[in-house]
Nanobody
Framework: QVQLVESGGGLVQAGGSLRLSCAAS????????MGWFRQAPGKEREFVAG???????YYADSVKGRFTISRDNDKNMAYLQMHSLKPEDTAVYYC?????????????WGKGTLVTVSS
């Protein structure tokens, strides 16, 4: 059974940094994409960043240049390093993995970790 567990969320002031971690288990993740999504209060879940099985990375425009996604296949871990945080980055951040398209069959989600950025 695939399990994803996020950690590293918390309260940070605007301009600060946080590093989120995602521990994956249940299968070998090196062949699958890993990603981060977020959901702010009253809004829909949105894509933040992704890393393919070949370690190609891609980002939402809103976080490009501030966030960095990475993965460690030996440890079955994914990370999201966040710098220059803004109040609008406040959200629950979810780790995800997929064998195909995000949100389709074969996509698994963690339970999320809350990031709060104060102004």
């Amino acid at each position: 059974q695939v399990q994803l567990v996020e950690s590293g969320g918390g309260l940070v002031q605007a301009g600060g940094s946080l590093r989120l971690s995602c521990a994956a288990s249940g299968r070998t993740f090196s062949s699958y994409a890993m990603g981060w999504f977020r959901q702010a209060p009253g809004k829909e879940r949105e894509f933040v960043a992704g890393v393919s099985w070949s370690s190609s990375t891609y980002y939402a425009d809103s976080v490009k240049g501030r966030f960095t996604i990475s993965r460690d296949n030996d440890k079955n871990m994914a990370y999201l390093q966040m710098h220059s945080l803004k109040p609008e980055d406040t959200a629950v951040y979810y780790c995800a993995t997929t064998s195909n398209l995000w949100g389709g069959p074969g996509t698994y989600w963690g339970k999320g970790t809350l990031v709060t950025v104060s102004s």
